[in-house]
């Protein structure tokens, strides 16, 4: 891709800013036009390396767009921070978007990822959402993660962590896919607890809740919102989410597991392509009653 500039420098956070959180890593390319520009985050304990075969498509049928590719906070070569709270990741995101002068991007995040996407449309303006394979029901995935929570914490993590990667069906993915995902995640006890904090600890309800207002948010300022799924959802998901959401658009590319961005990444790159036009007629901000959700 052309004009890439890569490192720290280009996503990190205004240094004048009191507030300011530690710089992100990130590749910046593509040159700034009329098209919506892209922000590209990973899912947990992965790196920007993972969006390699997504962005060569993308160079292809959608050339010179503009892309900013991040490492999340203590993650590949971006530090670790003292807390992963989701808003104040998404917070840390924005600086990046705000320090590479993007406008209004369409955030696209790869399963937790797209809970910090969807944050991040209902706190700034954004021109859509490209949720990857995620859910947005808060409490399953909490009682879930709780029902670990001992081992999570002692030394028998690595064994659970292994049945949350085995759920990824990572081994229905290309062979040099497969390779790609495998070499770039790099599951630490303290980074998984430090982003699964808020869910092991905060009560559900409230969680439920903080998440409602957020959707609520992104669904009346019309933010475009798709959906690309590796199976099936569930009925009763669905019709919860096109309910709550009801722009939302749901792709499901049946059989390619917890990665279909890494199954098609052709067919990935050509949604990324139709989002080039997206638009939203009412800025989005969330309100402060959803301060730091999940």
Not at 238 to 257: F, K, N
Request: glycine residues 8%; proline residues 8%.
């Amino acid at each position: 891709m052309d004009e890439q500039r890569t490192g720290t420098e280009t996503a990190q956070a205004h240094t004048g800013d009191s507030q300011a959180l530690p710089a992100l890593a990130g590749d910046d390319s593509g040159s700034p036009d009329r098209r919506a520009p892209l922000v590209l985050l990973h899912g947990l304990t992965f790196d920007r390396r993972l969006w390699k075969p997504v962005l060569a498509e993308l160079d292809r049928v959608d050339p010179g767009r503009r892309v900013l590719a991040l490492d999340l906070p203590g993650h590949g070569e971006s530090p670790g921070w003292s807390s992963y709270d989701i808003e104040r990741v998404a917070d840390g995101v924005h600086r990046a978007v705000e320090r590479s002068q993007l406008e209004s991007p369409v955030v696209v995040g790869h399963s937790i990822s797209a809970v910090i996407a969807t944050i991040y449309a209902a706190r700034y303006p954004t021109r859509g959402v490209v949720n990857v394979d995620q859910s947005l029901q808060v409490a399953p995935f909490a009682g879930l993660v709780r029902s670990f929570a001992d081992k999570l914490r002692g030394p028998e993590f690595p064994a659970v962590w292994e049945m949350f990667a085995t759920s990824m069906q990572i081994d229905r993915l290309p062979e040099d896919a497969e390779r790609l995902v495998r070499s770039s995640s790099r599951p630490r006890q303290e980074l998984v607890l430090g982003y699964w904090q808020q869910l092991l600890e905060r009560p559900i309800d409230e969680l439920v809740d903080l998440a409602a207002a957020a959707l609520t948010t992104v669904r009346d300022a019309g933010v475009p919102y798709l959906v690309v799924a590796g199976n099936p959802l569930e009925p009763g998901y669905q019709a919860w989410l096109t309910e709550v959401l009801p722009q939302v658009e749901i792709d499901v590319w049946a059989g390619s597991g917890h990665f279909p961005q890494l199954a098609h990444p052709e067919r990935f790159a050509e949604c990324l392509a139709t989002t080039s036009g997206w638009t939203v007629e009412t800025p989005s901000r969330i309100p402060s009653a959803t301060s730091n959700l999940m």
